[in-house]
């Protein structure tokens, strides 16, 4: 190709590029504030219908969640990025989807933090989610058939984990947090979404090869020793590791959800974080 066609090519995917930008749905207002870790408020990260929240929430999350990357396919962040903590309030102008929420919240990152990252993919070490029975389901696997947009269920679906005027929106989690014990009530969920946000407790990707299709709600138990470094007691932290009231995660996961993790080496997709700063409170 001609030195010429290839300017005008890089031109045009300049251009593409930036309309993307201009086109992309953004926050009418947002408000960010970093704040002190406190372990008398929970961790909370809500979307809903023209608004995304989160409280007391480490920027890695956030990164996670708008980005659809496990937080062990992050690179070269700094450890700022996952221990300090943020308020985040954002309204759209308009009611939008979950998936236009997040890519507003993509827009809120590389605006107010600064954040430039790009993909590479990559043979890793994985986990390979499979069932142990391929028969037969876990008791806290609830198939539902839901219609997302209207959040109702259909008059054949199985009535799952909540009550018709309190379920939460698709995809959404319900966690209760005590001592290292995690109680997750998930809401018309995939397994491939489920198994993805395994991966931060299991140290790896986590990739769903359970053949199931379709939406559940998971209720889930477990331990989970990823929150215990947010307990700063050291003598309240050493009698919680010695005396677990819950099952590990690997356990929970064959007991309750009838499903079990397996080493594997796959091509999966990690986002690399080319620069990002701290933003400034408003």
Not at 38 to 50: H, K, N, Q, Y
Not at 59 to 66: D, E, G, N, R
Not at 124 to 143: A, C, E, F, K, M
Not at 198 to 216: H, M
Request: aromatic fraction near 6%; charged fraction near 25%.
């Amino acid at each position: 190709m001609r030195a010429g066609a290839v300017g005008i090519v890089a031109m045009l995917g300049m251009c593409s590029i930036a309309a993307q930008e201009r086109t992309a749905p953004q926050f009418e207002v947002a408000s960010v504030r970093p704040r002190a870790i406190d372990m008398s408020t929970p961790l909370s990260f809500t979307v809903l219908g023209d608004g995304l929240t989160a409280i007391n929430y480490p920027l890695v999350w956030l990164i996670t969640a708008a980005y659809g990357v496990q937080e062990t396919r992050l690179e070269h962040l700094p450890s700022w990025a996952r221990t300090e903590r943020f308020d985040i309030r954002a309204k759209a102008s308009q009611p939008a989807s979950r998936t236009e929420m997040l890519e507003m919240l993509r827009g809120l990152l590389s605006d107010r933090f600064k954040l430039k990252a790009h993909t590479e993919a990559r043979v890793s070490d994985v986990y390979l989610l499979t069932r142990l029975d391929p028969t037969s389901l876990g008791r806290g696997l609830h198939p539902v058939t839901i219609d997302c947009d209207s959040n109702t269920l259909s008059p054949s679906s199985a009535p799952g984990l909540f009550p018709p005027d309190e379920r939460p929106k698709c995809g959404m989690s319900r966690v209760e947090m005590r001592d290292g014990n995690a109680l997750q009530r998930r809401a018309a969920v995939t397994l491939t979404s489920f198994a993805s946000s395994l991966s931060g407790s299991l140290g790896r990707p986590v990739l769903d090869r359970t053949a199931l299709i379709g939406t559940f709600d998971i209720e889930l138990h477990h331990r989970d020793d990823a929150v215990l470094q947010f307990i700063f007691n050291p003598t309240r932290r050493a009698e919680v590791e010695a005396n677990p009231t819950a099952p590990t995660l690997r356990d929970a996961l064959r007991e309750q959800l009838g499903l079990m993790v397996t080493p594997g080496r796959e091509s999966v997709e990690f986002l690399i974080i080319d620069s990002i700063e701290r933003p400034t409170a408003d």
